[in-house]
């Protein structure tokens, strides 16, 4: 059974730092760009990040880059999200997706993902 499981969220205060994970079973996750996404309450689902099969190719959303760093050890068939000066404006649930479809590169369109996790939730408060 192919499962994606996100971990590491919780709370942080503002400036702080979390690192989310991404671990896959059931399957090999470096057949597989991934991207992460986030979804706060009332709003859509976007794409953080992504990072293509072999790791060479990662992408960020504007509001993340130079703060957000996508990373992955296929060893431990996990993808990692570190996140670093965490705003009140980040906090949400942030969930990891898997691309099966894409040979070179990656994508942070979400409709393009075929398998989700559960979602990790990501709270910023002082």
């Known amino acids: 059974q192919l499962q994606l499981v996100e971990s590491g969220g919780g709370l942080v205060q503002p400036g702080g730092s979390l690192r989310l994970s991404c671990a896959a079973s059931?399957?090999?996750?470096?057949?597989?760009?991934v991207g992460w996404f986030r979804q706060a309450p009332g709003k859509e689902r976007e794409g953080v990040s992504c990072?293509?099969?072999?790791?060479?190719?990662?992408d960020y959303a504007d509001s993340v880059k130079g703060r957000f760093s996508i990373f992955r050890d296929n060893a431990k068939n996990t993808v990692y999200l570190q996140m670093n000066s965490l705003q009140f404006e980040d906090a949400a649930d942030y969930y990891c997706?898997?691309?099966?479809?894409?040979?070179?590169?990656?994508?942070?369109?979400?409709?393009?993902?075929?398998?989700w996790g559960q979602g990790t939730q990501v709270t910023v408060s002082s």
């Open positions: 997706a898997a691309d099966e479809n894409v040979i070179f590169g990656c994508t942070r369109h979400k409709f393009e993902y075929d398998y």
């Open positions: 990072i293509s099969r072999d790791g060479s190719t990662t």
């Open positions: 059931g399957f090999r996750l470096d057949y597989y760009a």
